[in-house]
């Protein structure tokens, strides 16, 4: 009788809302009362002040004006429904937070200190002028870092909350997913059931229509409720091609804050920072000469102490300041040329002796994928190109095979001086 419910409610409700909001009840019936379960606040906030009267006239149709509706929220200690018409079509929300980046643990500087204070006002989440919160700048600088501090406050705040981290490129690679299996219905109920969303790298949206048209309403959606999100990008988001006009709008609607490169005290104090987690004790006059010399992004400089720790174990060799000029000169020639990603490619399969086509390819032979995770890691650490742009650049991959990559080569370069003397002949090829 309550498919019966549903079908008298399509006169009032479009079908939509229905299949969004409704169709996903947990529904009871006892005696005389039809119990309705609602899985969150938001689910029972929304049937409560847009629904639940025609939901009561519906009932009243169908089982009869001596039968109530009662509209509750779930909780996990709940029993479970014995009823036959039961409904659990809940979506899964994962809230993909990395634990490690909190607060605490960010470096605050000039460049980047009006943006923590903004993040933290988010997190708390008692001023609507800080949502939408819009974080810019570019890569490396500290943006995804404070995506998943705010969730790691939220979380600490109210362990209930319903918090969702996720790359841009997952949401499209989602909705592609429920476009094919015919899901829609679930895919947007996923994603306007969070109190706080995360989105990191809207960029990616760039010239995806589809996609922005369907996360326009989410956003939307999710503000009207008085919902949580925060969003990084590479630029301001008019300076985005590819990006809706009403989007655009819509993200600079709260609050837009710049991230800068880091100063060099900043510079100093994250190199210091990150040595002393890694467990590596390097003298002051080493990270102060180190921070002038790259002064783009903290990436860099991660990548400069990586380099630093694995020469000092190999040679076994005290870092002081001789040996980080030594070991860092190519590094920091690179860092004030430009490099291509071609010509990283190119460089790279020429070094291996393996074509550029098969360095682009799908081979998985492991004589062409070392080489591939080798350009890959170069380009990461030579360009500052995002992972969805090298993927993009490296035969259309997804950002998840770079980010593989990058991290495998890291280890590989970590334990074997053969990798790291052929990461050194092909940096010096190019920077000939």
């Not at 301001?236 to 609050?255: I, Q, T, W, Y």
């Not at 004589?367 to 993009?392: C, F, H, N, W």
Request: charged share 25%.
């Amino acid at each position: 009788m309550w498919e019966t419910c549903l079908k008298r409610l399509e006169s009032e409700i479009s079908k939509e809302d229905i299949n969004l909001w409704i169709k996903h009840l947990k529904v009871e019936i006892l005696d005389q009362q039809v119990l309705l379960y609602a899985y969150n606040d938001i689910v029972l906030n929304t049937i409560n002040n847009k629904f639940l009267k025609s939901i009561q006239a519906a009932v009243i149709e169908v089982f009869g004006s001596d039968h109530a509706v009662q509209l509750n929220l779930v909780v996990d200690q709940k029993p479970q429904l014995k009823s036959n018409n039961v409904n659990d079509d809940r979506p899964n929300i994962a809230a993909n937070i990395d634990q490690r980046f909190t607060f605490e643990s960010f470096i605050e500087g000039r460049s980047n200190a009006i943006a923590l204070a903004a993040a933290i006002q988010a997190a708390q989440k008692d001023n609507q002028h800080f949502n939408p919160l819009f974080l810019y700048g570019s890569t490396g600088l500290g943006k995804t870092h404070l995506l998943h501090a705010i969730g790691n406050r939220v979380k600490q705040n109210d362990p209930k909350e319903v918090v969702c981290y996720l790359h841009s490129e997952t949401y499209v690679n989602e909705m592609v997913s429920a476009i094919r299996n015919n899901d829609m219905d679930k895919f947007k109920l996923k994603y306007r059931s969070v109190n706080t969303l995360l989105i990191d790298d809207i960029q990616f949206f760039a010239g995806k229509e589809r996609t922005q048209e369907e996360f326009f309403h989410t956003f939307n959606y999710l503000l009207d409720g008085q919902q949580q999100v925060i969003i990084t990008c590479d630029k301001f988001p008019k300076e985005v091609n590819g990006l809706d006009p009403r989007l655009k709008s819509r993200l600079g609607s709260g609050l837009s804050v710049a991230i800068d490169p880091p100063d060099y005290e900043t510079r100093v104090a994250i190199l210091q920072e990150k040595a002393a987690l890694s467990g590596l004790d390097i003298p002051n006059e080493v990270a102060f000469y180190i921070a002038k010399q790259i002064n783009s992004n903290i990436r860099e400089l991660e990548g400069a102490l990586n380099t630093l720790y694995a020469n000092a174990k190999f040679t076994k060799q005290k870092i002081d300041l001789p040996f980080t000029k030594t070991t860092l000169k190519n590094m920091f020639m690179v860092h004030h040329r430009i490099v291509s990603i071609e010509n990283i490619q190119k460089t790279t399969a020429q070094y291996y002796n393996i074509k550029w086509t098969e360095l682009l390819g799908k081979s998985r032979k492991r004589s062409i994928v070392r080489p591939r995770q080798m350009a890959m890691y170069l380009a990461k650490e030579m360009t500052d190109k995002s992972y969805p742009e090298i993927g993009e650049l490296f035969g259309g991959r997804d950002h998840t095979t770079v980010l593989h990559a990058y991290r495998k080569m890291e280890q590989i370069l970590v334990e074997s001086p053969d990798a790291n003397e052929d990461k050194q002949k092909i940096v010096n090829k190019l920077t000939e």
